[in-house]
């Protein structure tokens, strides 16, 4: 089943509130961050934690798990956070029904972790999965479990039922939470939260000796990033199949992970096998940086026709920001110069097209930001496509180098899944213009000289966008 949500009032609330209030066993919940405003009741109209509360009431073989940043999800502290407000649960039902963790990047620690602001040090790593467990499905897609995507926040979600699906995402989830600190409630502490690294984790822990801990996380991890072969929607049906795709980059050495290598070698048949020849795709990612490495392939793929969508600074989710943050939209739109620049060179702006997503103007009233993420591809004789990538990668260096991601791959030969996919790849350019070499030559899309440094200083100290 896929569903996209658009409004508050889309199918995607109704139907998990109904889900979660109906749970028996499990409901599992990854995510960057989710709300942490007072209004929002913690988790959004979503995933309300009263639903929660009222589901493990009713079902007491239920169990809940939720895995957030410890950088994004303790950043208010110690005014409310998503992790002092979730706390209670911990008190109302005990740990063995309710587990509460925040993965901490071992990415940054010491002197860097003590000088750097708590914006800025979000560069350095984050929890980026979005694993949204319930029973036998789980929602796949790049939102964060906060109210704003699911009002005026642009974002993609398919519910896949399945519990193969379900059970790998999960064991992947649980993995990290063994990775990952526990949130206790203290009442001793002005956050109304303490951080503990239980005994029954896998030690050490990333801040007392971070390659002591890659190196137990690897262990972990390693064995269940064996290539995994299609998962076939049900037993009935061989024609679609869902391949997860995970990077976790800073938990491996040697690096195993498994979205990278599955994407650059889909994109490199596209522009070596005689057979798909003449593909089209759309690539759209909320944040407009993508790998060289990608951005080659997609430009060797050389498509019939292809379409970058990304969001216009008015649009981003970092516009009107204070400091170096609300550079970063300027920054994207040199991205995206630059890469016009390298289509021209290529002889390809006939093919590939670049467009802006923009909805009004966030942060004002009516206006939307942009924050979905995916790729479609349709092979040669395809009226719509075939294959698709969702969940919550960005394709940057920083999700295949500094974040943890979860992504799937679905490859279809159900023409109705193959319109319902060609449909959702149309309809999220509803809002978007083409731009032109020209249009960001304008004097209000010139980057400044201060964007520029900006961004090479963040990339100068290992931080990244």
Not at 24 to 30: D, G, T
Not at 321 to 342: I, N
Request: charged share 20%; net charge positive; hydrophobic share 40%.
């Amino acid at each position: 089943m896929y569903v996209t949500s658009v409004t508050p009032d889309a199918l995607l609330i109704p139907i998990n509130q109904a889900k979660i209030a109906g749970a028996q066993r499990r409901i599992y919940l990854s995510t960057l961050y989710f709300g942490a405003k007072e209004h929002e009741l913690v988790l959004t109209k979503l995933f309300k934690v009263d639903t929660i509360r009222h589901a493990l009431k009713a079902n007491p073989d239920l169990k809940v798990s939720i895995l957030t940043d410890a950088l994004r999800g303790t950043r208010e502290a110690p005014g409310p956070t998503c992790a002092s407000l979730i706390a209670p649960l911990y008190n109302d039902f005990g740990p063995e029904r309710v587990e509460i963790c925040v993965f901490h990047t071992p990415n940054l620690t010491g002197v860097r972790k003590a000088i750097l602001p708590k914006r800025i040090n979000e560069g350095w790593g984050l929890q980026h999965m979005k694993l949204y467990g319930i029973d036998d499905e789980v929602i796949m897609g790049g939102a964060n479990l906060s109210d704003v995507y699911f009002t005026n926040r642009q974002d993609r979600y398919h519910i896949i039922k399945s519990r193969q699906i379900t059970d790998y995402f999960e064991r992947i989830h649980q993995t990290v939470c063994s990775l990952s600190y526990r949130v206790l409630p203290s009442e001793a502490e002005q956050s109304g939260f303490t951080l503990e690294w239980p005994a029954t984790n896998a030690q050490p822990a990333p801040l007392s000796d971070p390659k002591g801990y890659i190196a137990t996380a690897t262990r972990a991890l390693a064995p269940l990033l064996v290539a995994q072969s299609g998962i076939t929607m049900s037993e009935k049906t061989t024609d679609t199949q869902i391949y997860p795709l995970l990077q976790l980059t800073p938990l491996l050495r040697p690096d195993t992970s498994t979205e990278l290598p599955a994407l650059t070698n889909i994109l490199g048949k596209l522009g070596t096998l005689p057979a798909l020849a003449g593909s089209k795709w759309t690539f759209t990612a909320g944040y407009f940086n993508m790998t060289s490495e990608i951005r080659d392939l997609l430009l060797q793929s050389r498509p019939a026709s292809a379409t970058i969508l990304a969001a216009s600074p008015w649009a981003n989710g970092f516009y009107g920001s204070k400091g170096v943050s609300g550079m970063l939209p300027a920054g994207y739109t040199h991205f995206a110069r630059r890469f016009l620049d390298t289509v021209a060179r290529a002889g390809l702006s006939q093919q590939i097209i670049v467009k802006e997503w923009r909805r009004g103007t966030v942060n004002t009233p009516g206006g939307w930001s942009y924050h979905a993420k995916g790729i479609w591809i349709t092979l040669p004789d395809e009226q719509n496509p075939s294959i698709s990538l969702v969940g919550s990668s960005n394709y940057t260096q920083r999700s295949y180098n500094l974040d943890l991601e979860a992504n799937t791959m679905i490859v279809t030969q159900n023409p109705d899944l193959q319109r319902r996919l060609g449909e959702e790849e149309k309809w999220l350019q509803e809002y978007a213009t083409t731009m032109d070499r020209d249009d960001y030559a304008k004097t209000e899309r010139r980057v400044g000289l201060h964007v520029r440094i900006a961004l090479w200083i963040v990339t100068l100290v290992g931080g990244a966008l």
